[in-house]
Every structure is written in C-alpha cells, then in structure tokens.
T-cell receptor, first 113, second 112 residues
Framework: QQPVQSPQAVILREGEDAVINCSSS?????VHWYRQKHGEAPVFLMILLKGGEQKGHEKISASFNEKKQQSSLYLTASQLSYSGTYFC??????????????FGKGTHLIIQP | SQTIHQWPATLVQPVGSPLSLECTVEGTSNPNLYWYRQAAGRGLQLLFYSVGIGQISSEVPQNLSASRPQDRQFILSSKKLLLSDSGFYLCACQGARYYEQYFGPGTRLTVT
C-alpha cells in the first residue's frame, strides 16, 4: 500500500518553513526521506526507525510517530537549494527492507527568492 | 561508499523492440539491488529486487524481466517494449547501516 504524502505541492519564499507529511495504512518499521531534483536521481536524506526517533540533516529534520503510522519532514529557513520533489519511502518489515521500499507520490517544493 | 553505474543514460526505442539496461555497483560486495521505474511526474515503483546472484523477486507483473549474473551486476530486460514502458529507470543499492537506498544516475527510456 502506497503511503500518502501531503501536500502535493508547496511554494515558499526563501527563509520560510515547510512541513511535508507521509502517512501509511500499514504498521511501519522505518520511514525514509529522499529529495529529487528535476532530471536527476533521488538522493537519500535520512531514515527514521521504529521508536519515534527524530533525526536532523542541516536545517532539515524529521519525526516518526509509529502509533499513528506517520512521518513528517521539517524544512527550516528554506534555501533555494531545497527546491525539488520530496519522497517518503516506507518499510513495513523488521528485516531491514531487503524487499525494497514503497514510495509516496512525492511533494513538489518550490523555493522562490 | 558504493558507486552505482547505469547505462545507457538515455534510450529511444520503437514499440516491440528488445531492451537491456545494465547496472553495476562498486565499493561493496553482495549488495541488495533494486530496479525502480518512475513514470513522468510520478512516484517510484519497485520492479525487481535481488539479494544475491541468480535471486530475483518481482513486485509487479509486466513484460520486463531482471537478471543478476554477477554479484555487482543487475540487468533489466524486455523482449518486446510497450509504450507504457517509457520512464526513468533507476537502479538502487541498499546501504549497509540503515538499509537506505542509494540510487544510480538512471536511464531515461522513451518508447515510440
């Protein structure tokens, strides 16, 4: 079952904050976040493991609520380089996701100067 | 860290023609490998994954097939391409620490 991402798209001014949500109908072991620039391959940002752990990467952080089967990605004081499409990928097995991830449809983020 | 190579980078093929996309990985041994497809403006769809030589699992029924003849080589094939096979094909390797996915540069396939 494909996770649901919201919003589908968001336009921000440089310096503004954004939140991207990822929701699953299945119990999750981990949630992965990726950013894809136009015409390029997705780039791994971070992984959230079962346990409600919150991680950070520069001014990008994320949380994982396993009870609600949800994850949120927080972009603080957005920079022009943050523009792109953000995908969450979910893993429902404790075996480490050897069978791959199920990705959401993506959230398009546009940062304007 | 691992490096993933894919070729060709772009490909234009007529309907009904065969397909062979290659992925090779450097910097790791016995990796879990994956083929994903991304249709224009869409998300990533897992097609195949492999946990070792000769071991292929398919996620969706289709006219594509995959093979893993060597530890660090993963091949995506088709005998007869369909228009719906157009898309951006990404090979991925699973990380060793947190099972994250690292993607290759991709092959953009257009079936005409």
């Amino acid at each position: 079952q494909q996770p649901v991402q919201s919003p589908q798209a968001v336009i921000l001014r440089e310096g503004e904050d954004a939140v991207i949500n990822c929701s699953s109908s299945k119990a999750l072991y981990s949630v992965h976040w990726y950013r894809q620039k136009h015409g390029e391959a997705p780039v791994f940002l971070m992984i959230l493991l079962k346990g409600g752990e919150q991680k950070g990467h520069e001014k990008i952080s994320a949380s994982f609520n396993e009870k609600k089967q949800q994850s949120s990605l927080y972009l603080t004081a957005s920079q022009l380089s943050y523009s792109g499409t953000y995908f969450c990928g979910t893993d429902t097995y404790s075996g480490g996701g050897a069978d791959g991830l199920t990705f959401g449809k993506g959230t398009h983020l546009i940062i304007q100067p | 860290s691992q490096t993933i190579h894919q070729w060709p980078a772009t490909l234009v093929q007529p309907v009904g023609s065969p397909l062979s996309l290659e992925c090779t990985v450097e910097g790791t041994s016995n990796p879990n490998l994956y083929w994903y497809r991304q249709a224009a403006g869409r998300g990533l769809q897992l097609l195949f994954y492999s946990v070792g030589i000769g071991q292929i699992s398919s996620e969706v029924p289709q006219n594509l097939s995959a093979s893993r003849p060597q530890d660090r080589q993963f091949i995506l094939s088709s005998k007869k391409l369909l228009l719906s096979d157009s898309g951006f094909y990404l090979c991925a390797c699973q990380g060793a620490r947190y099972y994250e996915q690292y993607f290759g540069p991709g092959t953009r396939l257009t079936v005409t």
